[in-house]
């Protein structure tokens, strides 16, 4: 993100293992987006990428990943559940002006969906994405 911020994973810390977390700190139903992220982050790398956290005009972009010249931006949230969350989600990444990809990833079960562009896609759908 061009003059903007981005954050070495800094204020958040991600797990390999979320058992070890759960362990740590405990379960916590209401952690289930911080955990989706956390899957998120663990494919990112899986799949070779740098992984960071950006932030622009003061709003996060969950990650920031880099792979052998290219970026991909992602967002993630739980599921998108009225126009607010819409909004956030995909109004972060819509104010990134370059042409990289960039995903909004949900439990919601969606084929195929975007959003002025920005891909919406499933966390299963994500996950079978290969390297």
């Known amino acids: 993100i061009v003059?903007?911020?981005i954050f070495e994973i800094g204020n958040?810390?991600?797990f390999e293992n979320t058992g070890l977390?759960?362990?740590i700190i405990g379960y916590r139903i209401n952690d289930l987006g911080k955990l989706l992220e956390n899957v998120v982050y663990n494919h990112l790398l899986y799949m070779g990428y740098k992984v960071k956290v950006g932030v622009q005009n003061g709003q996060e972009i969950d990650f920031v990943a880099e792979r052998t010249g290219e970026i991909l931006y992602v967002q993630v949230a739980?599921?998108?559940k009225g126009e607010v969350t819409?909004?956030?989600?995909f109004g972060n990444l819509l104010k990134i002006q370059d042409n990289y990809p960039k995903m909004v990833v949900t439990n919601d079960h969606v084929e195929g969906n975007t959003y002025q562009g920005i891909k919406h896609l499933f966390i299963r759908d994500f996950l079978m994405m290969e390297q």
């Open 3 to 5: 003059g903007k911020k």
């Open 12 to 14: 958040k810390f991600y």
């Open 21 to 23: 977390r759960n362990a």
């Open 78 to 80: 739980l599921e998108l």
């Open 86 to 89: 819409i909004e956030r989600e």
